[in-house]
């Protein structure tokens, strides 16, 4: 998975740079105070303890009256759960240190808005965000699409919601917006070229920019964190654009802890987005 990248916005992007621990390892440290360890995923035989995960083995013949089912590997009765279980028992009932044993770090490309809100998020992550201070920032600005603008036209989300008093938006006016605001970004762009011309200190030539430049980072954090971080940022109130981040992080973290999402996905508002 490294390197997975998933384009969001119209200029960023959420890629995987690395990931560490497992489904496996979050049952490990479970099971700690027994010793018993990882045994295996389900569904699994009653009678051999073989799972689908598990090598091919031959079955013992079955207590009488056991139905048996073919899973491809000869007769096995799978009617056992596997460690699956004890994975939904320790998200069902908040036992979340376990999950504090993986975890992702990513890149992110956004604007720098949507890194204002993702910095809210500070335990237990880590941030390293690039630094204008010592290279120009890239003339990369976000501009919302016509139906991002209309989200909130109807008056149902406030926090989505227009200035009291303000006239309705109509397709007209968002795209009237977007003009607007693609000259501004090219003035200030211009006034930023030449401020670093004229020998403008670069931590000061930036101070006019608008929070719709994109600019990059990486973040870092243990699993436990990120699906609390995904539980309101894939909620419906949550704003559109740090949404659609959480979009593909729910993605990545689908594919690296795939028995861990399986149990938490409806609980953090994945199901509601299609993730």
């Keep these: 998975m490294a390197d997975r990248r998933i384009d969001v916005l119209d200029h960023g992007y959420l890629s995987l740079v690395d ?8 049952v490990e440290a479970a099971r700690m105070s027994t010793g018993k360890g990882f045994l295996g995923w389900g569904p699994k035989c009653q009678a051999c303890g073989d799972s689908f995960d598990a090598p091919e083995r031959s079955c013992p013949t079955p207590a009488a009256g056991r139905e048996f089912v073919d899973a491809g590997r000869g007769g096995h009765l799978f009617i056992e759960p596997g460690d699956e279980k004890l994975l939904r028992f320790l998200w069902d009932n908040a036992h979340a240190t376990p999950f504090e ?9 956004a604007p720098i808005f949507v890194f204002r809100e993702w910095h809210r998020h500070r335990v237990p992550f880590g941030y ?6 010592y290279a120009p920032l890239p003339d990369v600005n976000y501009i919302p699409s016509v139906e991002r603008l209309m989200i909130g036209a109807d008056g149902k989300n406030k926090q989505a919601g227009t200035t009291k008093g303000a006239e309705a938006l109509t397709l007209a006016g968002a795209e009237r917006f977007r003009e607007v605001l693609a000259t501004v970004y ?13 020998g403008v200190p670069k931590e000061l030539a930036r101070v006019h920019l608008p929070v719709g430049r994109y600019s990059r980072m990486r973040a870092t954090g243990n699993l436990r964190g990120w699906l609390g971080f ?15 981040y959480a979009r593909a992080l729910a993605a990545i973290v689908a594919e690296a802890f795939p028995w861990t999402w399986a149990v938490a996905r409806a609980s953090v508002g994945a199901e509601e987005v299609g993730t």
């Design 19 to 26: 990931a560490w621990g497992s489904d496996e390892r979050i």
């Design 101 to 109: 044993m993986a975890g992702l770090t990513v890149e992110v490309q």
């Design 128 to 133: 390293n965000e690039m630094s204008s201070r």
């Design 186 to 198: 090219a003035q200030q762009q211009s006034t930023y070229e030449w401020a670093l011309g004229a």
């Design 230 to 244: 995904l539980k309101l940022r894939l909620a419906p109130n949550a704003q559109y654009e740090i949404r659609e």
